[in-house]
């Protein structure tokens, strides 16, 4: 499975920016999907995550209600729409996926990341 992002970049705080995260795989097996970012200096940490069929997410509490997670299906991109953003969500996000367990925010359950795409908010 490898994974793309796309669609970082330079904004002001309370501009929005998309997301996106292409898997290319060559099975039919459905993968959760997770956007992970790390800060300068920072660990990784969990940023949403959304089941393979779309139904289910799960959110950091710093984005709830500001990002939104999605996708319309297995075989299609995952987005994270990021709006209101403030001076701390600058990092370098990564998309990654899983298909061995359910749905989680643990990092060490994804197997399969992208490269990671830059994100700087200015205030």
């Known amino acids: 499975v490898q994974l793309v992002e796309s669609g970082g970049g330079l904004v002001q705080a309370g501009d929005s920016l998309r997301l996106s995260c292409t898997l290319s795989?060559?099975?039919?097996?459905?993968?959760?999907v997770a956007w992970f970012r790390q800060a300068p200096g920072k660990e990784r940490d969990i940023v949403a995550a959304i089941s393979s069929n779309g139904e289910s997410t799960v959110y950091a509490d710093s984005v709830k209600g500001r990002f939104t997670i999605s996708r319309d299906s297995a075989e299609d991109p995952v987005y994270l729409q990021m709006d209101n953003l403030k001076p701390e969500d600058t990092a370098v996000y990564y998309c990654a996926a899983q298909s061995r367990w359910g749905l989680t925010t643990t990092i060490s359950a994804y197997s399969y990341w992208g490269q990671g795409t830059q994100v700087t908010v200015s205030s």
């Open positions: 795989k060559r099975t039919s097996v459905g993968y959760h």
